[in-house]
């Protein structure tokens, strides 16, 4: 079962190396401390956030992601299915596939996937076979999010890779954007 941490500002770095993020001790799961120190999920977010803005922009709901490994954005994606003709193009595909093809791997093993919206099923099933370690994201999807919400999709026994879960970043303003959207095509 993946370790859901509510998502809290970094502690001082003084602290850094005794808590969590979130303010345990820290005794498992070092990975997710260092991504905290090497890359922010803040500064995560807000790419993730810019991404979401591109989709929106396009017509599409806006979703946003991006994916990092070493201190690095290897990733993009936005929401693309209306616009590609493609049902598979939601935000986290689409940065997997482009943080593979710049890698020239299809494993990500250590990347962190950042994303605006809690991902739906088919994209939780595309963070296990990437091998994502850490997946971040902003608001929970309440009718389609299948990892807090309607299914706990990284639960299901049959997957052979767990993923390290952060969920709140930016919250409100990831949640704003997609109400925004919404009520503009009222």
């Known amino acids: 079962m993946p370790r859901i941490c509510p998502y809290q500002r970094s502690p001082p770095a003084s602290e ?11 005794h498992a ?19 993730a956030l810019d ?17 990092a490994l070493d201190e690095a954005i290897v990733g993009h994606g936005f929401n693309q299915p ?3 003709g493609d049902p598979t193009a939601h935000a986290e595909i689409v940065a997997i596939r482009d943080a593979a093809a710049r890698l020239g791997n299809y494993r990500l093993p250590g990347a962190v996937m950042c994303v605006t919206i809690e991902p ?4 939780v099933g595309a963070l296990v076979h990437a091998r994502i370690a850490t997946l971040v994201f902003g608001a929970a999807e309440p009718k389609t999010g299948a990892v807090v919400s309607t299914v706990r999709g ?13 969920a709140g970043v930016r919250e409100t303003e990831c949640r704003e954007l997609m109400q925004a959207f919404f009520l503009s095509r009222r």
């Open 29 to 47: 799961s070092p990975k997710l401390v260092l991504t905290c120190l090497v890359f922010p999920f803040d500064q995560l977010m807000e790419a």
């Open 82 to 84: 209306i616009s590609s």
């Open 120 to 123: 739906c099923l088919m994209c």
């Open 154 to 166: 990284l639960d299901l026994a049959g997957h052979n890779h767990r993923v390290e879960v952060v």
């Open 16 to 26: 850094r190396h005794q808590t969590r993020h979130s303010g345990e001790k820290l």
């Open 51 to 67: 991404q979401a803005r591109r989709a929106r922009d396009a017509g599409e709901v806006p979703i946003g992601a991006v994916v």
